[in-house]
């Protein structure tokens, strides 16, 4: 169960979906309620979003693409802040946490000890 968890979350395609979530999709939400932005305008942007983040995910694990995708799209961010923690990031961390918790305490059991037999 503890495997499959993993290897299910780290499939490109979940990878890509979450961070566009986590980057995108929560922030441009209050963006679609107050300018009316279309359900379909929306599903437009977030199929967009998700390809994006899939393709700069695919950098990951060669350090020379990596580092172009980052030096090229940092010329466009100059003048930005830089990352800091906030009351949201640090959110963010204390749910990962927890939830990384629990996955390992699924590590090494089975489906008869998670689920006491019952579930088919």
């Known amino acids: 169960m503890y495997e499959r968890t993993i290897d299910k979350g ?13 980057v995108f999709r929560e922030i441009i939400e209050d963006v ?6 279309s359900q379909e305008e929306m599903m437009a942007m977030n199929k967009k979003a998700v390809n994006r983040a899939a393709a700069f995910l695919e950098c990951i694990g060669d350090d020379e693409k ?14 930005w802040d830089n990352p800091r923690e906030t009351a949201d990031t640090r959110q963010f961390h204390k749910l990962i946490n ?6 390992q305490s699924i590590k090494g059991k089975t489906n008869s000890e998670l689920y006491g037999g019952t579930r088919k």
């Open 98 to 103: 927890e939830f990384t918790d629990v996955l």
């Open 32 to 37: 679609h309620a107050e300018y009316n932005i």
């Open 66 to 79: 990596l580092a172009t995708v980052a030096n090229l799209y940092s010329l466009q961010t100059t003048g």
């Open 10 to 22: 780290l499939a490109i395609n979940n990878v890509a979906k979450a961070l566009a979530y986590f």
